[in-house]
């Protein structure tokens, strides 16, 4: 194969063909949805201040109680993952790109899964990290809001 351009275009477009359907198929089986809320954003932070303003429920004896609403500043960073390979040009040249594509469907089943590990790391931290409360998520003084 002569290396240009164009070939180096195809080459990725067939690459990234091959992560895309491997990472829609390890997508079905992922345990992450279950256990947590995902939130697409575009900003380079997520401000959660809103999750102590919801009382719980109550049954209504007489008037309704009103809840102050408390201030809580929690706010998560966005952070950025990437997974990168070469191809090399003299695999190019010798057409041996099929060399790569159990790599780049590799790519794309962890790309998929890497939310279960970050979900698996914060449950294995639940004990230990604060969260928006200032104690542990898994914590039997916890205030609950």
Same mark, same amino acid.
């Given at each position: @194969?002569i290396v240009?351009k164009?070939?180096?275009?195809g080459a990725?477009?067939a690459f990234?063909?091959? &992560?895309?359907?491997?990472?829609?198929?390890?997508?079905?089986?992922? &345990?992450?949805?279950?256990?947590?809320q $995902?939130?697409t954003t575009?900003?380079?932070?997520?401000?959660y201040?809103?999750l102590?303003?919801i009382?719980? @429920?109550?049954?209504l004896?007489?008037?309704?109680?009103?809840?102050?609403l408390?201030?809580?500043?929690?706010?998560?960073?966005n952070?950025e993952?990437?997974s990168t390979?070469?191809?090399k040009?003299?695999d190019?040249? $010798?057409?041996?790109?099929?060399l790569?594509?159990q $790599?780049?469907? @590799? @790519?794309g089943?962890g790309a998929?899964r890497h939310p279960?590990?970050?979900?698996?790391?914060?449950?294995?931290?639940?004990?230990?990290?604060?969260?928006?409360t200032g104690?542990? &998520?898994?914590?039997?003084?916890?205030?609950h &809001?």
């Amino acid at each position: @194969m002569i290396v240009n351009k164009a070939s180096a275009i195809g080459a990725a477009r067939a690459f990234k063909a091959v &992560f895309v359907k491997a990472l829609s198929g390890a997508a079905e089986s992922v &345990f992450y949805p279950k256990i947590a809320q $995902r939130v697409t954003t575009t900003a380079g932070e997520v401000d959660y201040s809103w999750l102590a303003s919801i009382p719980g @429920m109550k049954k209504l004896k007489g008037a309704a109680e009103i809840a102050s609403l408390e201030l809580i500043n929690w706010i998560i960073q966005n952070e950025e993952y990437h997974s990168t390979i070469e191809v090399k040009e003299a695999d190019m040249e $010798r057409d041996q790109l099929g060399l790569y594509t159990q $790599r780049f469907e @590799m @790519m794309g089943d962890g790309a998929a899964r890497h939310p279960d590990e970050l979900a698996a790391e914060a449950l294995l931290n639940g004990f230990t990290a604060k969260d928006y409360t200032g104690t542990s &998520f898994f914590n039997a003084t916890k205030k609950h &809001f």
